[in-house]
T-cell receptor, first 111, second 112 residues
Framework: EPEVTQTPSHQVTQMGQEVILRCVPISNHLYFYWYRQILGQKVEFLVSFYNNEISEKSEIFDDQFSVERPDGSNFTLKIRSTKLEDSAMYFC?????????FGPGTRLTVT | SQQGEEDPQALSIQEGENATMNCSYK?????LQWYRQNSGRGLVHLILIRSNEREKHSGRLRVTLDTSKKSSSLLITASRAADTASYFCATVPTGANSKLTFGKGITLSVRP
């Protein structure tokens, strides 16, 4: 069964550094998302992407964040200058319509 | 406003028993979805119910939706130890671009 994959599974970075989290969505899906889950808290929506542009973003998704679909298969989340509070599990998801399929997540630790 | 608030926060049952989990939300929705998350892992989509549906079944799962009360319930019948996980309801508000708003989740423990 097709699934969403994410790399790396765990990323440790120093405050102020740039990180890129990568996702390969399910191939025939049209909508792509990033969510994050800070330890012990709710899963929070960050951004949705459709037809090569951002369709919706949350207040969390400020100028430090950007998304890209560089080659028709990968979907990336870049954080330009990481802060301690960016430490979280980041989930990529994709959907053809409403049912979203999530990847296993990337645990980002900012030290 | 907060969407998708589940209760109870934690539930412990014996294998073979049924587990019922509830979710309430505040705004009108297009659909409501239930997800499962095993410890430290990704979210697994379980079932979606549209705002014009009242009940839906999938295997041992039964979901109901009461839009007048803005609530949903997830019933897992004949529970197994492998059902031990966190369960989340997530809503897609009416008019939204399918962004999911999650609740805090329910921790289900099924004792063998």
């Amino acid at each position: 069964e097709p699934e969403v994959t994410q790399t790396p599974s765990h990323q440790v970075t120093q405050m102020g550094q740039e990180v890129i989290l990568r996702c390969v969505p399910i191939s025939n899906h049209l909508y792509f998302y990033w969510y994050r889950q800070i330890l012990g808290q709710k899963v929070e929506f960050l951004v949705s992407f459709y037809n090569n542009e951002i369709s919706e973003k949350s207040e969390i998704f400020d100028d430090q964040f950007s998304v890209e679909r560089p080659d028709g298969s990968n979907f990336t989340l870049k954080i330009r200058s990481t802060k301690l509070e960016d430490s979280a599990m980041y989930f990529c998801a994709s959907s053809y319509w409403y049912e979203q399929y999530f990847g296993p997540g990337t645990r980002l630790t900012v030290t | 406003s907060q969407q998708g608030e589940e209760d109870p926060q934690a539930l412990s049952i014996q294998e073979g028993e049924n587990a019922t989990m509830n979710c309430s939300y505040k705004t009108s929705i297009n659909n409501l979805q239930w997800y499962r998350q095993n410890s430290g892992r990704g979210l697994v989509h379980l079932i979606l119910i549209r705002s014009n549906e009242r009940e839906k079944h999938s295997g041992r799962l039964r979901v109901t939706l009461d839009t007048s009360k803005k609530s949903s319930s997830l019933l897992i019948t004949a529970s197994r130890a492998a059902d031990t996980a966190s369960y989340f309801c997530a809503t897609v508000p009416t008019g939204a671009n399918s962004k999911l708003t999650f609740g805090k989740g329910i921790t289900l423990s099924v004792r063998p």
